[in-house]
């Protein structure tokens, strides 16, 4: 479906309320529904990042459902994001007009591993800081950041952010759904 700006896409999602939509070279995309696992997995990034971001008054922690219109004139929305309060004072009640410091896609069965690596490239190279992506499947999460070689983070590992979040961590094993006993 093709577009010419967010606010095209701003109408269209007015008609589609139930749909998750970006707009990404002038093209509408409709973002199919992502797996149970990861749903899970990025509610679990979300809220560990969000119980720390809030008491803190960091920034502002968002899911899936917040778009950003970016400086390319592209409108995407990362599984989890978080924009530094400095640069968002307040909620915009539409889409933000920036690109946000830290974005975190979450690989669903649907989901094409070039592709999302190219979104996040996409908010680097518009000014995001941190792109994180986990896959799931492999237990494994790929941290990138602007002119530094991608780092790969598993099980036994700690993710940190120090430059961005100072004094927060993750174990990266907190992350998986939990598995429970018959």
């Known amino acids: 479906m093709l577009?010419?700006?967010?606010?095209?896409?701003?109408?269209?999602?007015?008609?589609l309320p139930?749909?998750?939509?970006?707009?990404?070279?002038g093209e509408i995309i409709v973002m199919p529904p992502s797996g149970y696992e990861?749903?899970?997995?990025?509610?679990?990034?979300s809220a560990q990042?969000?119980?720390?971001?809030?008491?803190?008054?960091?920034?502002?922690?968002?899911?899936a459902?917040?778009?950003?219109n970016l400086p390319n004139a592209n409108t995407r929305?990362?599984?989890v994001s978080f924009v530094?309060?400095?640069r968002l004072r307040s909620s915009p009640r539409s889409f933000a007009d920036l690109a946000p410091d830290l974005v975190v896609e979450v690989k669903s069965p649907t989901d094409s591993l070039k592709k999302l690596r190219e979104k996040i490239q996409e908010f680097l190279s518009l000014g995001t800081q941190i792109g994180i992506l986990i896959d799931p499947e492999q237990r494994s999460l790929e941290l990138?950041?602007?002119n530094q070689e991608r780092i790969v983070l598993q099980d036994g590992d700690t993710l940190r952010l120090p430059d961005l979040l100072p004094g927060w961590s993750l174990a990266i094993a907190e992350l998986w759904p939990l598995e429970f006993p018959e």
């Not at 990042?49 to 899911?63: D, E, S």
């Not at 459902?65 to 950003?68: E, V």
Request: charged residues 30%.
């Open 38 to 45: 990861s749903d899970e997995v990025a509610s679990e990034f």
């Open 77 to 79: 929305s990362p599984d």
């Open 18 to 25: 139930d749909h998750r939509l970006e707009l990404v070279d």
């Open 3 to 15: 577009a010419q700006s967010a606010k095209d896409l701003e109408r269209v999602q007015a008609q």
């Open 65 to 68: 459902g917040a778009g950003f």
């Open 144 to 146: 990138y950041q602007a």
């Open 49 to 63: 990042l969000r119980n720390w971001v809030k008491p803190n008054k960091l920034g502002r922690v968002t899911g």
């Open 84 to 86: 530094a309060a400095a």
